[in-house]
């Protein structure tokens, strides 16, 4: 059996490696946004990051994604521009299966600059801004600054349902203030939905597919009041046709 140490230097091991900054970036990757392989933090989030901890005295069931499960680039995705003229995002990139995924099964991060709720550290102009913790405020926006989630497209106009959700994670992360040297800290993942207690989704996402998650209806009703207020007449059809889903 190995020994607690041994444990301990192969578990900040896999973290360090899972934070390692790509050699590459993902192919089709946007020139203008910046690659994450780990949050970054505005000044306000970074004073609030550690609420986002758990200590793992903490019996509350909670969702663990372990190291190995992390990658800088993730291998069984893939960035790719939408050629077909009937999808809503044509011209712009979606997220593909590179191999077939299984139900549940953790696909990848949600990364960007985690920032907090006031008005002075959001961009009200950001269409990739997430909710990471509403009870302590914060958020996590891939407008500038991200990984291939950003590139997860709206369910609506393309399929009947989405294949893929958001859900609460937390993830090992390198600690100085722990004698094991690691801790545990929030994030928000893409996951393959369950199967279903019918089973009707026991088929995963196969490769070649998209992977499509819901944005929420709020998400459009602030597109449809953004499009309305910027006499933006493509981003209002587009948010009057989500709700209509």
């Given at each position: 059996?190995?020994?607690?140490t041994?444990?301990?230097?192969?578990?900040?091991?896999?973290?360090?490696?899972?934070?390692?900054?790509?050699?590459?970036?993902?192919?089709?990757?946007?020139?203008?946004?910046?690659?994450?392989?780990?949050?970054s933090?505005t000044?306000?989030?970074?004073e609030?990051?550690?609420?986002?901890?758990?200590a793992?005295?903490?019996?509350?069931s909670?969702?663990?994604?372990?190291?190995?499960?992390?990658?800088?680039?993730?291998?069984?995705?893939q960035?790719?521009?939408?050629?077909?003229?009937?999808?809503?995002?044509?011209?712009?990139?979606?997220?593909?299966?590179?191999?077939?995924?299984?139900p549940?099964?953790f696909?990848?991060?949600?990364?960007g600059?985690?920032h907090?709720?006031?008005?002075s550290?959001?961009?009200?102009?950001?269409d990739?801004?997430l909710?990471?913790d509403?009870?302590?405020?914060?958020?996590v926006?891939?407008?500038?600054?991200g990984?291939?989630s950003?590139?997860?497209?709206?369910?609506?106009?393309?399929?009947?349902?989405?294949?893929?959700e958001?859900?609460?994670c937390?993830?090992?992360v390198s600690?100085t203030?722990?004698?094991?040297?690691v801790?545990w800290?929030?994030?928000?993942?893409?996951?393959?939905?369950?199967?279903?207690?019918?089973?009707?989704?026991?088929?995963?996402?196969?490769?070649?597919?998209?992977i499509?998650?819901?944005?929420g209806?709020?998400?459009?009703?602030?597109?449809k009041?953004?499009?309305?207020?910027?006499?933006?007449?493509?981003?209002?059809?587009?948010?009057?046709?989500?709700l209509?889903?």
């Amino acid at each position: 059996m190995p020994s607690k140490t041994k444990i301990k230097v192969q578990t900040k091991n896999a973290i360090q490696q899972a934070n390692d900054v790509p050699a590459e970036l993902p192919r089709n990757w946007p020139d203008e946004i910046k690659f994450l392989n780990d949050q970054s933090y505005t000044t306000l989030a970074a004073e609030l990051r550690p609420k986002l901890s758990r200590a793992p005295s903490d019996n509350n069931s909670w969702l663990q994604v372990q190291s190995h499960l992390i990658h800088a680039v993730t291998p069984h995705v893939q960035i790719i521009t939408i050629d077909d003229e009937k999808h809503p995002a044509f011209g712009q990139r979606g997220l593909f299966a590179a191999e077939d995924l299984i139900p549940d099964q953790f696909v990848l991060l949600y990364l960007g600059k985690v920032h907090s709720n006031s008005l002075s550290d959001t961009n009200p102009h950001s269409d990739y801004d997430l909710s990471l913790d509403r009870e302590i405020g914060l958020s996590v926006d891939a407008a500038e600054e991200g990984n291939e989630s950003r590139c997860a497209n709206d369910y609506r106009g393309i399929a009947e349902r989405p294949n893929a959700e958001f859900r609460d994670c937390y993830i090992q992360v390198s600690s100085t203030k722990r004698a094991d040297g690691v801790r545990w800290e929030r994030r928000v993942g893409i996951f393959v939905l369950s199967a279903g207690k019918a089973g009707l989704r026991k088929g995963g996402i196969k490769a070649g597919k998209e992977i499509l998650v819901s944005y929420g209806k709020g998400f459009w009703e602030g597109r449809k009041l953004l499009g309305m207020f910027r006499k933006d007449a493509a981003m209002l059809k587009m948010a009057e046709a989500a709700l209509e889903c």
